[in-house]
Nanobody, 119 residues
Framework: QVQLVESGGGLVQAGGSLRLFCAAS????????MGWFRQAPGKERELVTR????????YYADSVKGRFTISRDNAKNTVYLQMNRLRHEDTAVYYC????????????WGQGTQVTVSS
């Protein structure tokens, strides 16, 4: 089973950028489609973006299209989330998650990393 650890969160001003990292261990990383989710205070967790096992297919929520980019390096067992032109409403805890069967069921989760965007 894969274990996931996020890093790269922090405090940034609106309009700035952050890059999140999700390092995987304990499993065959390339077997997992990967997603980034976020949960803001008082709100439900939402899927922000997703990438296929090979990295050839991606999905973005409308709210982040054109600003966020997901990528992965299967040789380094890492998935990335580049976040540009950040907005106050992007403030949330960001989680990476693994989907072993590519059926949009995420059975493996990291502990989360806080992203705070000051307005």
């Amino acid at each position: 089973q894969v274990q996931l650890v996020e890093s790269g969160g922090g405090l940034v001003q609106a309009g700035g950028s952050l890059r999140l990292f999700c390092a995987a261990s304990g499993g065959t990383f390339s077997n997992y489609a990967m997603g980034w989710f976020r949960q803001a205070p008082g709100k439900e967790r939402e899927l922000v973006t997703r990438i296929s096992r090979s990295g050839g297919s991606t999905y973005y929520a409308d709210s982040v299209k054109g600003r966020f980019t997901i990528s992965r390096d299967n040789a380094k067992n890492t998935v990335y989330l580049q976040m540009n032109r950040l907005r106050h409403e992007d403030t949330a805890v960001y989680y990476c998650a693994g989907d072993l069967y590519s059926d949009f069921e995420y059975g493996y989760w990291g502990q989360g990393t806080q992203v705070t965007v000051s307005s």
